[in-house]
């Protein structure tokens, strides 16, 4: 039947008044596709949903432009349907579209010069729903996958021109849409964005594929430049979960270091404020053994006098210097505290996330000024403040 199919830009036209045609307009009704009708030719606009009799049109085609046009227009967002000729009905295409916006990225990112530069295509999609045995088809995926692969691309009506570029060296490939042979780079392509390790693992991959083929300066093989490709990946990544490990490793010391210096300030407040204490203490008891008076209490309380306020003012500045001296060293603690997140949120994680950071958080408490503490300061701190008040004669 596909002989007896023409198309005109990216439109197909159906002869009615050829029988092998209705078993094809038949499902396109059923389906309530719509077509336009001159006639007795019935009119197919490219359809965002449904792949029809797509390997047709593409060996059909002379014109890369077209092509591609045709593919970028297609929604690779939703479920869509293939059709079976030799059954005349359509089946799901199940597989998804996760690779779309990943291949959009690095497609902008390299250097294409011709008049469409930007392919929202899904070649996990496109993959699936041609015929991995129609030779056109597949070179076509190929030239597309050259264009995420290749640092440099050009292409015309029929040619591809991709460049590989890393500092002074370079391979260059051509594939013409007419005469040449089909790659197969599917593969690679499926390596390097569907098996993903950690978030953005393509972009190392994407880099060692390149290298692989500068070095090998040919990428027709493409079971060698696979199988070098992933030998060179796992001993990238050997290397970065050695540095992992050196780096949890790191943040357990600074961790252990963290502790014991958030200990130690707390021992130093509690030694100082003890030793503060024994000073108050002493002072109030020469205060007792020298009263000569009988109400001890109220005298200690509501007695007045110059010497008294200046007494409790030593003790206040003295409270208040050793509290302030524990509250600078737990702020220089939290700075320290900061960087160790920062360098598990940027080391030792491949992914910088929301719950990355609570899980760390959860794990490692930020030294804080503690709570009891802070009450035993600002009881002590009133009493003495409220004393103080108290010593002159208002």
Do not use: C
Not at 101 to 106: A, P, T
Not at 234 to 258: A, C, G, M, P, W
Not at 330 to 350: A, N, Q, R, W
């Amino acid at each position: 039947m596909n002989d007896l199919l023409s198309w005109k830009n990216t439109s197909l036209k159906i002869d009615s008044n050829i029988n092998e045609n209705s078993l094809l307009i038949d499902a396109l009704k059923n389906r309530e596709i719509p077509l336009r009708k001159d006639g007795s030719e019935y009119t197919l606009e490219n359809q965002e949903s449904y792949y029809i009799l797509e390997d047709n049109f593409i060996n059909q085609s002379k014109n890369l432009s077209t092509i591609i046009m045709k593919y970028s227009q297609k929604n690779y967002d939703k479920l869509s349907q293939v059709y079976i000729s030799n059954i005349g009905g359509f089946r799901d295409l199940e597989i998804t579209s996760k690779d779309k916006n990943v291949y959009d990225k690095i497609i902008k990112e390299n250097r294409i010069d011709a008049d469409i530069r930007n392919f929202p295509i899904s070649l996990n999609v496109l993959n699936e729903a041609l015929d991995n045995k129609n030779h056109k088809s597949i070179l076509f995926i190929d030239i597309l996958i050259l264009f995420a692969l290749a640092t440099v691309s050009n292409y015309n009506a029929e040619e591809v021109e991709a460049e590989f570029r890393i500092e002074d060296k370079n391979y260059k490939v051509k594939l013409n849409i007419i005469d040449s042979k089909p790659l197969h780079l599917y593969p690679i392509y499926d390596w390097i964005f569907n098996e993903e390790e950690y978030e953005e693992s393509y972009n190392v991959k994407l880099q060692v594929v390149r290298q692989v083929i500068i070095n090998k300066n040919d990428i027709k093989d493409v079971k060698g430049v696979l199988e070098d490709s992933k030998l060179a990946y796992k001993r990238i990544v050997s290397q970065k979960t050695n540095e992992y490990f050196e780096q949890l490793n790191q943040l357990k010391d600074d961790f252990l270091i963290l502790s014991k210096n958030e200990n130690t300030s707390l021992r130093t407040l509690n030694l100082t404020f003890f030793a503060w204490l024994g000073y108050l203490g002493l002072e109030l008891f020469n205060i007792i053994v020298n009263y000569k008076g009988e109400d001890i209490i109220p005298y200690l309380l509501f007695s007045d006098g110059a010497k008294k306020g200046i007494v409790l003012l030593m003790f206040i500045v003295a409270l208040i210097f050793i509290f302030n001296a524990y509250r600078l060293e737990i702020k220089s603690l939290g700075e320290t505290y900061k960087v160790i997140k920062e360098i598990y949120e940027d080391k030792i994680l491949f992914k910088t996330e929301l719950e990355g950071s609570s899980k760390f958080e959860a794990i490692i408490k930020k030294p804080e000024i503690g709570k009891p503490q802070m009450l035993v300061f600002f009881i002590f701190l009133l009493v003495l403040i409220i004393r103080f008040f108290l010593t002159f004669p208002w």
